[in-house]
């Protein structure tokens, strides 16, 4: 996963495979952005192809814990098949999500 900020956003750029191997990794990246004093993020997953449940329960629980700290999350640029997955599980309702980098950066501004 690759990191950006642009002002006091920064965006996470998503890995190829969101899965219970690449979970971990990515976890610990927001875990330290956000220990840093980070507290908007922007999701952008127009690299990734699949996610799994493992993926899914990272997001939902990483969203909740920085709402806590005054915090938001978006999630931008979604290939067809984890549109699909997101839909499925229920997350386009619970999250909001954005066709570009651009509106998303907007939404948190």
């Known amino acids: 996963m690759e990191i950006k900020t642009t002002g006091d956003v920064s965006i996470a750029i998503f890995v190829n495979r969101f899965d219970a191997y690449t979970s971990r990794d990515v976890e610990a990246m927001l875990n330290d952005i956000v220990e840093k004093g980070t507290r908007k993020i922007v999701c952008d997953l127009s ?32 290939q067809p098949y984890v549109k699909e997955v997101f839909d499925t599980a229920g997350f386009t309702q619970i999250f909001k999500i954005y066709n570009s980098i651009e509106d998303a950066l907007k939404s948190v501004q």
Do not use: D, H, P
């Not at 899914?56 to 700290?69: C, I, M």
């Open 47 to 78: 690299q990734t192809e699949y996610i799994a449940s493992a993926g899914l329960r990272l997001v939902l629980a990483f969203s909740k814990n920085l709402q806590k700290l005054g915090g938001q999350l978006v999630i931008c640029c979604l």
